[in-house]
């Protein structure tokens, strides 16, 4: 009998670590069904949770929240860097205010949450909006603080939330009801100024993008029909998904006069003639663009998180036989006290498996892992993992802490590699409507020539939505093509090369 | 004529200059008006804007929002240290959520904000309130994430804005519809762990506003007739403000299972059964912090600000005559570049005279002045001016880095100094309640044996709220006080020794 039961509980443990370890790892493969691996992704990485019962709007949790808080003190920085100071406008908008542009809230209006009552059912005499977006806030302030061309460029921003009541499926940090952004809104005497603030934009969303998130993408002026309402022109920049489909991350909104002349933002210029201000608005969302980042990056085991914005750095974790027990976590002492400059954690728990931890922190995306067992006392060593590479190598005590500055340089830049090399590799070429099929067929960005961005265009691009089943995304920012054949659908000359993809 | 013309240009010239220069300081006397001196320097320092014109949702302005920026970063870092980590909630509550523990939306229904429709006015199944607080919203999860004594304890924090329709006047920072804070939600084991909790959050406002922001204060534990909706305690912290009022800024609730049983909140003990958590919240306000600390420090000058929150630690003010200009200019931009590790500006503005610059900067409460002329150039000295002193000395420019890491080390405690010795002076005893109405009318807080703070004690504070226009504010939780004579409003036997104050 006793035997018996040992052996069953001993099965039953045995049953209930494997499950454990099974329920930590990702079950299905990120290139076979990137649906449920960003799911579970969700779920085991303790990313969000979507339990919160209230449709688009998920619970962020530790581990993303650190990133992205992260995120949002480089941001904030690089704005800053560049001249932008930071304003607290408040989460309501009254209706009356939303309606100044006339094409601004006809394009905002399906999607407001209303505030109509408080406390026991008392109605407000006007309705008040949550913003979607703030520029009738931010403007009806600037018509009082710009006074003079001395005033200018007027830059500001705020980081905080915005709402949108989508109705096409929520996913978290991709698609939701609430997102956290940084909006910046930028007045501005000649419309030169304007233009170049786009330019700006671009290299902010390439420093923030490529070197800090390491990831690709290409900055676009949008074609006419695809503007933000009230816009001249909008920029945006398109990241390429593991599905195929490109994801608009940062925007930047040529509003020219339009918000200005209703909302009366005047300056008087040298001259003493008053004049209505340009303004440039440009809307990176962090929630978003981590959702694109860890859905980038991330690989079968997980997370892979860029140095700059890794809640830990390094993990230290022990191997522990009972005979060496002190001295080994002895050692992983005081290698954290080595690499106190860094985010560390000593892993010393004691009820879970070496196996485990290598899992959970492989899961979670950090960076480093440092293992440290007897034999590595023995050599003077200690085993370090990168996340990068998911290599072991064996690093002498002595070299550790320059090795650790090597990865630390190394890291980013070995990710943006790989990405960028995918992404080089899936951006091609299309000459008929048959060659864009076929390359949106295999998740790709197609460059073609196009007849035209202005209104002029919307057919042709109509017939590469409905037949095609991709959007034109609109001109390079970055460098001026000129297209060498004629347009791709209609035939007639090509004033544009564009770029067409699957889009979210 | 051409004479008579050039005299009115130059009257009504010299009329301009001395209206901006007017219009920059601020015209009254804090301690004789304080609450026009409180409006004026709003707007003047730039701080708050209140024609966005939606009652009770002030625009907070670069200034302010730079050193509100601060202080959350502050507090952030103090609470990760303690072994909290960040989350991101929605901001909007289902009814059915808050509606879970009764008496807490019952002390929070007459507040809320409420949307109940989108679009062109589709309502919505349930309504949902702009988060007045989130404790229904964090325990909601917590019932899924807790699971075992292992868990415990958790400890999370949210940087937030939350919403309360305010009947009572509302003021920039003080009192409004939206205020910004940070709300941190803790779960433990125990009820003394619950109780631990609520001395380390004591420690962390004295970390916060006594060392951080100089502001002296008494940790109270509240009556039990002004408890938080729900709460078994609740914990303030008062800080008087020159109105002779006391105002409440961070506070701690004591939950008990008050809202871990309504939501679930449980875990498994070492011993296998199944117990509910321990709560307490923790809620300091950002926004109306920053508001005491401007208005307990200011003077009638303007803004005082401690140096860890100062957008500007330095401003180098050039005094220009036209020939040693191009000298005094470069000597400003090498000083500007020894102080690199400061946050320094340069105001090398042209059009506005050395007078004006001197006192929007003492308006905006920057901690130092550097002037720079000829004569300092020829003695190789800088005339630097204290904030914290109003007080010019001339400093040897081969000392003046000394000068200024010995100016940033005493800036904040000379506040202090001056605050606590004011703070102290205002805190007296009293035997009689007329004696308490005296002190009262001196703007000051009484100290008095009182019968009880349990709610046999109500009819006593009623009397004092009615008759004396003080409220009991507690009893101090940072030292136990023993009660030497009766109560003095009852004459029976005092249990305890509480605080009476006016209050906003």
Known sequence: MRQKT??????????????????????????????????????????????????GFPVYREWSTISMKKMYRILEEILERKGHMPLIFPTLIPESLLRKEAEHVEGFTPEVFWITEHGAGERFEEKMALRPTSETAFYSMYSMWIRSYKDLPFKRYQSCSVFRHETKMTRPFFRTREFYWIEAHDAFAAEEDAKKQVLEDMETTY???????????????????????????????????????????????????????????????????????????YGPAISRIYGAMIALHGDDKGLVLPWDIAPLHVVIVPIIFEDSREKVLKKCRETREKLAGYSVKLDDRDDYSVGYKFNEWELKGVPIRIEIGPKDLQNKSVTVFRRDLNKKTSVKEADLLKEIKKIEKEFTKNLLKKTAADFEANVVNAKTADEIKKSLDKNRIVRA???????????????????????????????????????VICGKKAKEVVYVAKSY
Chains 1, 2 share one sequence.
């Not at 209930?16 to 799911?39: C, H, P, Q, R």
């Not at 995304?473 to 060498?484: M, Q, S, Y």
């Open 6 to 55: 040992f052996k069953y509980t001993f099965d039953t443990l045995s049953k209930m670590a494997k499950e454990k370890e099974n329920d930590l790892g990702i079950t299905v493969k990120k290139d076979e069904d990137f649906s449920e691996w960003y799911t579970q992704l969700m779920q085991k990485a303790e990313l969000a949770d979507v339990r919160y019962n209230l449709k």
């Open 207 to 281: 420093e923030f993008l490529h070197e800090t998130l390491a990831m690709p993408h290409i900055f676009f002026q949008r074609p006419e029909w695809d503007k933000f309402p009230g816009a001249v022109h909008t920029y945006a920049a398109d990241v390429l998904m593991e599905s195929g489909k490109v994801l608009q991350l940062p925007s930047t909104h040529l509003l020219g006069q339009n918000f200005s002349k209703p909302f009366n933002v005047k300056f008087v210029d040298e001259k003493g003639n008053e004049k209505y201000c340009h303004i440039t608005c």
């Open 449 to 487: 020539s196009f007849c035209s961005i202005d209104m002029n265009g919307m057919k042709c691009a109509e017939k590469i939505e409905k037949e095609l089943g991709g959007f034109v995304r609109g001109i390079r920012v970055d460098k001026k093509e000129t297209p060498k054949d004629s347009c």
